[in-house]
């Protein structure tokens, strides 16, 4: 029986992946910053356990706790949505330390024993602000395009030991509460300033206005099919509206 660890499952795409994960019939290692067991089924298959990205011990713990893993997907995030010119570099950096180097650090920490093994596959949940352009987002898609380069240049250096490296690219989901966590410890009006709210306004309407929209079992079910697909695909978009954008594209 398979393990995968997770990152990030306290809630939204994590939460469902480690729920399609225990349907599916393999043993489930759900990571959170701060551990609630209750917050997904008990299970002899399923632990949960301590893990923030941005803690080298953390990781080093949580990865020893978990024993031998067959997949890693790097899902833990924190939201952004701002305007660049009022952003903080300290929001900046917070984006950073998990969206960016936390992936980096977790999948460094785990691909000893991929390599070693011969087999194992990384999944690194990205977003489809990389597929476009997309206003209110300068410092979130920078954290996640760095990751769609890292991931495809190290899918290049596990190949040849039967490693595997992959993004899944979620489209925007309404239940994941990510605006609602979107400004960190900085204030609105610092994210957004005066001179552009109107714009900010209208852009956000826009949004609200698509007709369609990503659910959390989109990206649990798009986790699970790059798990398991073997034909070298590197990048998987989730949800209608990613998959129109990668069209798009």
Known sequence: MKTVLITGTSSGYGRATALHFHAQGWN???????????LLPASDRLRVIELDVTEPDSITAALQAAGPV?????????????VFE????TH???VFETNTFGVMATTQAVLPQFRERGSGVVVNVTSSVVLGHMPLSAVYKASKMAVEGFTASLALELAPFGVQAKTVEPGACLTTGFAARATGGASPD????????????????GFM???VFTKESDVAETV????HDTTGQLRFPAGPDAMWLAQAK
Not at 70 to 82: C, R, Y
Request: no cysteine.
């Open 28 to 38: 489930v290692v759900a990571t959170m910053r701060t551990p609630r067991p209750d």
């Open 70 to 82: 067959d997949a890693l997907v790097n899902n833990a995030g924190v939201p952004s949505i701002s």
């Open 86 to 89: 009022g952003t903080p570099m």
């Open 92 to 94: 900046v950096r917070e």
């Open 190 to 205: 610092q994210l957004v300033p005066a001179p552009y709210a109107a714009f900010a306004k209208k852009t956000m309407e």
């Open 209 to 211: 206005a698509q007709d």
């Open 224 to 227: 699970w099919r790059a798990v």
